[in-house]
């Protein structure tokens, strides 16, 4: 035996189940849940979107990796989070030739183009939904459909968005059966606020659990913008499973618990100072989704406490900018796509004091340009431990 | 998530798995003397020694083998009574070239002669320094420091407060714990020289949660002893490092790059204050310690007194040799030691345990792209930015590698630990370190 000994560097010993694989398929796990509640909600539709989403990031992934001749990491699990995250930002009526084009915008583009897991700088998901934002697919992606339209157009029937121009609400679902309706968009919450009327007749009326969709006011009901009776993307309209989950995560060390509390509390501070719809804001749109699930994504976000702290209120802020000023009702994914980039100045410029360092500067001295060599400074003695 | 505790601690750091429960309970026993013993004649932190034997020679338990007349140096002594057979250079448990005395046991092997009679109350500050000079006493924790240099802080730092590292934090090891539970009055004796050398008011044992035995017994030992004190601390990896140690048992910190005695401290192992309470009272040089010999690789575990320059090997074979598939045998705890490719290296004074890892108990994972997760970042124990020295070694900018905080790494491997990506940071830092230290001497 003692002739066959490993030699490596210390240390001998590493931490049981610290994988990359691991901690994506903890994401995968806490992220279970909200499929499930988004299938229940809109139905079938929604495992179409799933799969076409999933099928297209792995095979973007292989292909990009077999062109680029790198090795092909399907297992480390990346490519299947961020599918089902980018799908999970999706309006639940979106188009599956969208979905992918997305996927592949996602997968290939921002993460295998930049280099890889690791080199990307922008979220991939963040970046596919963006993008499809400002372009002309945009019109695709943003109507939303009211919870349990599927009791019209049946549980199981794909459904895909078609435009006419004649038709003034300018989006007609059909059917792969050929039936067409038009009475199942609805507005998200959000973009009642925005456009300042109260909600319409469509999403009145009792819902499957008893309670009705608005208070007597005609605003939505808190219980349900909290459980997940709304209209939204597919991942954002249960807050409760999103705390869920995100809360696993956190348990699980996976996320890193100040970020989703430097943006949540930024944003909600904000929204109670300038008394903005505040619990409506918080619990209305995709906040809970983007500070929980996307901010959170280890590559794009800053690796000190410090920075984490800064990087979550600048995105918490910035939301509140996007939703408070801007034509837009939402403001997370542009908010966060703002931040990742700036992720790389944090964690170079801001600086980490070290143990027992005296001085605590916010800045570190790095270099802004590659100096052209190394300058010795005498120091004292080395460290003897 | 680790379970919170009012003991004493620092920020940062891991939970790596203890496995102490195999040899903690093994009282010490001695080794047998190996035919030949291989003494390094450097095995200490500083200016190399001269060699002050010849083959052939005879040669005594304790003789000084190995000398300097530099002041940051330790004495080497013959652990065995025989004859000198060769001075050749070895490969050292670093895997550097060493100088080394092989000495041929004879096969009646005399007990070291206690000198008796020594008066411990009577000596002074500067005898005790002479004693840890003359007995070539080294930090045992494994840094192997010369002690008598430690000793002797700069004129302006006054020493208020020693401090006992018997923490083992280390997995797997437990030589420390069995000291303590066998010996805790000589190890008080030693705490007391300790202050006595630096002229300090208050020593402090510092001990982690598991070892509550150990505790007990130096607790017992303590009473009526002014000054010495005993503190728990929390099982956390490294406790026992000295900054962390120290901020820790006083909440004072080091500032980076400068040595304990900046905030009025000094740390030594327990193993240390032990040899220096034999040195003193007993006048035995520093040439057998006690190691733990430990791993699911061993047959049966067990803390042993073994003299300096034992081949691995015998040790093992004493042990009843190794067991399972071949894994990884090291030399020291598994977070800092040093793997070696066979048994034939023999242990020295910074040795504390030989451990034997079993191929299924190795996590042997590929290095991977850096994947930004920060759990480097949240566990290092000195607030360094691990992903960042390794990203700048990488890319050899060698001045960002010093601002990200390279030379204040001492090396635990916490961010390895975490790492999910499996980076060795610690062989980027050291390479680090190395280039740095390489262009400032330029």
Not at chain 1, 157 to 180: C, D, M, R
Not at chain 2, 392 to 403: F, I, L, S
Request: proline fraction near 7%; include cysteine.
């Amino acid at each position: 035996m003692a002739d066959t000994m490993q030699v490596t560097v210390s240390p001998h010993l590493h931490r049981r189940d610290e994988t990359i694989s691991r901690g994506m398929r903890n994401v995968l796990v806490a992220l279970a849940p909200l499929g499930i509640w988004a299938i229940i909600i809109f139905g079938f539709n929604v495992v179409y979107i799933l799969a076409v989403s999933c099928i297209t990031a792995a095979l973007s992934e292989i292909v990009m990796r077999k062109i680029m001749r790198r090795p092909v990491t399907l297992s480390d699990g990346s490519a299947m989070v961020t599918a089902i995250l980018f799908a999970f930002l999706l309006a639940p009526t979106t188009p599956l030739w969208v979905v992918a084009i997305g996927s592949f915008i996602a997968v290939a583009i921002a993460k295998e183009l930049f280099g890889g897991l690791g080199k990307n700088i922008f979220n991939p998901a963040i970046f596919a939904r963006v993008v499809l934002f400002f372009s002309p697919l945009a019109v695709y992606s943003q109507r939303y459909a009211r919870p349990f339209f599927w009791k019209t157009t049946g549980f199981f029937s794909p459904v895909a968005t078609s435009i006419n121009n004649n038709v003034s609400s300018g989006v007609v679902y059909k059917t792969l059966a050929g039936n067409s309706t038009s009475l199942v968009t609805a507005a998200t919450p959000l973009s009642l606020f925005k456009s300042g009327r109260l909600l319409p007749g469509i999403v009145t009326g009792p819902t499957p659990v008893g309670s009705t969709w608005v208070t007597s006011s005609g605003r939505p009901n808190v219980g349900g913008l909290f459980l997940g009776l709304k209209s939204g993307t597919i991942g954002e309209i249960s807050i409760l499973l999103i705390l869920l989950g995100g809360l696993y995560l956190i348990y699980k060390g996976t996320v890193d618990w100040r970020i989703p509390a430097g943006i949540i509390g930024a944003f909600f501070l904000l929204t109670l100072v300038t008394w903005y719809h505040p619990v409506d804001n918080l619990f209305g749109g995709g906040l809970f989704l983007g500070a929980f699930f996307m901010a959170t994504d280890w590559v794009t976000s800053p690796v000190t406490r410090r920075g984490k702290w800064i990087f979550a209120i600048g995105i918490g802020v910035t939301i509140f900018i996007l939703r408070f000023w801007s034509a837009r009702p939402e403001g997370v994914a542009l908010a966060i796509i703002i931040w990742n980039p700036l992720t790389l100045l944090i964690d170079r410029y801001i600086a980490q004091p070290r143990f027992g360092e005296v001085t605590n500067p916010l800045f570190s001295k790095l270099p802004i340009l590659p100096k052209s060599k190394p300058v010795p400074a005498a120091k004292s003695a080395p460290e003897k431990t | 998530m680790a379970i919170k505790t009012d003991h004493k601690t620092f920020k940062g750091g891991v939970h790596p798995p203890y496995n102490k429960e195999m040899a903690s309970s093994q009282p010490i026993k001695a080794a047998p003397v190996p035919a030949e013993v291989i003494i390094p004649l450097s095995q200490h932190i500083g200016a190399p020694n001269e060699v002050l034997v010849s083959p052939g020679d005879k040669v005594t338990v304790g003789q000084k083998i190995g000398g300097s007349e530099a002041f940051v140096s330790a004495a080497v002594h013959s652990s065995v009574a025989g004859t000198v057979k060769s001075i050749t250079e070895i490969t050292g448990f670093t895997g550097a070239m060493v100088k080394a005395v092989i000495i041929e046991s004879a096969p009646e092997q005399p007990e070291f002669e206690k000198k008796a009679g020594a008066d411990l109350d009577a000596v002074t500050g500067d005898r005790v320094r002479e004693i840890a000079r003359e007995a070539g006493l080294v930090g045992m924790g494994g840094a192997a420091f010369p002690t008598h240099v430690k000793l002797a802080p700069p004129q302006d730092k006054a020493i208020d407060t020693v401090i006992i590292n018997a923490c083992e934090c280390e997995p797997f090891l437990t030589c420390d714990h069995r000291l303590m539970l066998e010996r805790a009055s000589d190890l008080v004796s030693g705490v007391k020289l300790l202050m006595k050398a630096v002229g300090a008011k208050s020593g402090i044992v510092g001990i982690e949660a598991n070892k509550m035995d150990a505790v007990d017994e130096v607790r017992k030992a303590a009473e009526g002893e002014p000054g010495v004190s005993v503190e728990v601390l929390e099982v956390k990896y490294p406790e026992g490092a000295e900054k962390m140690l120290i901020y820790a048992l006083t909440g004072r910190k080091v500032p980076p790059g400068k040595l304990p005695s900046e905030v009025s401290c000094l740390v030594q192992n327990a193993g240390t204050a032990l040899a220096l309470y034999e040195a003193a009272a007993w006048g035995k040089p520093l040439y057998e310690r006690v190691l733990t010999i430990t791993g699911p690789g061993i047959k049966q575990p067990c803390n042993l007194l073994a003299k300096i320059g034992t081949p691995i090997s015998t040790l093992v074979d004493f042990c009843g040799g190794f067991r399972g598939e071949a894994g990884k045998l090291i030399l020291g705890g598994p977070m800092t030691g040093w793997a070696q490719k066979d048994a034939s290296a023999p242990i020295v004074k910074g040795t504390s345990g030989v451990l034997v890892l079993t191929a299924d108990a190795i996590d042997v994972g590929i290095e991977q792209e850096c994947v930004r997760c920060g759990k480097c970042v949240d566990a290092c124990p000195m607030f360094l930015l691990p992903n960042f020295i390794v990203q700048y070694t990488k890319r050899e900018e060698w001045d960002k590698a010093e601002m990200s905080g390279a030379l204040d790494c001492f090396e635990c491997g916490c961010c390895s630990f975490v790492c999910p990506a499996y980076i060795p940071h610690v062989s980027y830092a050291r390479e680090a370190k190395a280039e740095i230290a390489a262009l400032r001497k330029r």
